[in-house]
């Protein structure tokens, strides 16, 4: 591949223990526990990890800030919204970040529905959402590489802005790269014009080439002005010594969340967006699609990248990744629960045999 794979992890940045059937233990999001895991994503090789976001959630630019100090190489993806920040807010802080940690921030732009009237969003129709988040993308993108910005949208103004401290380039990397996710038409879209990566959930490998294809097609559609679309998967890894192993983990799994009718697993509350609605009706299609794509979890109250998971040997998760890699897929935002056991045992197990075949 001309263009070297990522690999990282998922923190989900929540204040209620048991998250997807983590250890419930009361100091999970306690800075401790939370830079044990950053720590140990170090140590394993993993580049970094996303960070969840949501009302209701902690603020995920202060966690990432905090754990951000306290290591040298993890790169966390800070998840945020549109309707949270301001574009020159947003963009100010994101470079004093990225200043102050030597150029390891990435962000994550969120549009699907939330508590919008919580934090004072009154935003709620998607397509002035997508609208909104597509002026956002555009702008905080000028304010880190442009000087004395002048704009006026539909939705934000600046006047003669200059974001500070300036972003300052890391080889080929101008900026933080923004990642998006979304299936609707809509958020395609704004992925085609204005993302750096497009993040899939864990659908079969020909659905998603399907939707590669389909992106590259909008893309040329709108014109895109920007450097080639990327892509990444985010999905639930279930990884033991042998499949026999795994698979037995993963069953246990899903009948313990049947018992608990998915209680600590959905955190995506409805209505059910278009990416996810895509994930459930794989039921329809069979427990088990491609080699070892597990659909049951969905079934039983999973949502988000909880809905699907690749269950098996370490060599056979990572042909399975390999797969979605040949086919464009060149970030890889991986997880199981408990989440710092996860890391460790897939650091040990499945991390090297993607990192050997991916020549990272």
């Known amino acids: 591949m001309s263009v070297q794979s990522e690999f990282l992890w998922y923190i989900p940045n929540d204040v ?48 990432a800030a905090a ?49 919008l009237a919580a934090y004072g969003d009154g935003e709620s129709d998607p397509a002035h959402r997508y609208a909104r988040t597509k002026e956002f993308m555009r702008l905080v993108r000028r304010l880190w590489t442009e000087e004395d ?6 939705h934000f103004r600046v006047a003669n802005s200059t974001a500070a401290p300036r972003i300052s380039p890391h080889g080929e990397r101008r900026h933080p790269k923004l990642y998006f996710g979304g299936a609707s038409e809509a958020a395609e879209r704004v992925a085609a014009t204005e993302a750096d990566v497009q993040l899939f959930w864990g659908e079969p490998l020909a659905d998603v080439k399907e939707r590669i294809a389909r992106l590259g097609d909008i893309s040329r559609r709108l014109d895109r002005d920007l450097a080639p679309l990327e892509f990444g998967l985010r999905i639930t890894t279930v990884v033991r010594e042998t499949s026999r192993e795994a698979w037995a983990v993963a069953e246990a799994k899903v009948a313990e969340m049947a018992k608990k009718a998915g209680a600590g697993w959905n955190d995506h509350g409805p209505p059910i967006a278009v990416g996810q609605r895509r994930l459930l009706d794989l039921q329809t299609r069979g427990d088990v699609l491609d080699d070892n794509l597990y659909t049951a979890p969905g079934k039983y109250g999973a949502a988000g990248a909880g809905t699907t998971w690749l269950v098996g040997s370490a060599e056979e998760v990572a042909r399975s990744l390999q797969k979605y890699r040949a086919s464009g897929v060149r970030t890889f935002i991986l997880s199981d629960t408990p989440y710092l056991a996860e890391i460790e045992r897939q650091g040990r197990l499945l991390l090297p045999l993607l990192r050997d075949e991916a020549g990272t």
């Open 16 to 63: 209620k223990a048991g998250h997807r059937g983590d250890t419930a233990d009361p100091n999970h999001n306690s800075i401790a526990t939370l830079t044990d895991q950053a720590q140990a994503l170090e140590r394993h090789g993993w580049r970094g990890a996303l960070l969840g976001t949501g009302w209701g959630r902690p603020d995920t630019f202060t966690v």
């Open 149 to 154: 910005v002048t704009y006026a949208g539909e």
């Open 67 to 115: 754990l951000a100090a306290r290591t040298t190489t993890f790169e966390p993806l800070i998840a945020i919204r549109p309707g949270y920040w301001r574009p020159a807010h947003f963009a100010s802080a994101a470079a004093t970040l990225d200043q102050l940690t030597g150029g390891r921030v990435r962000v994550n732009i969120v549009t699907g529905t939330d508590n």
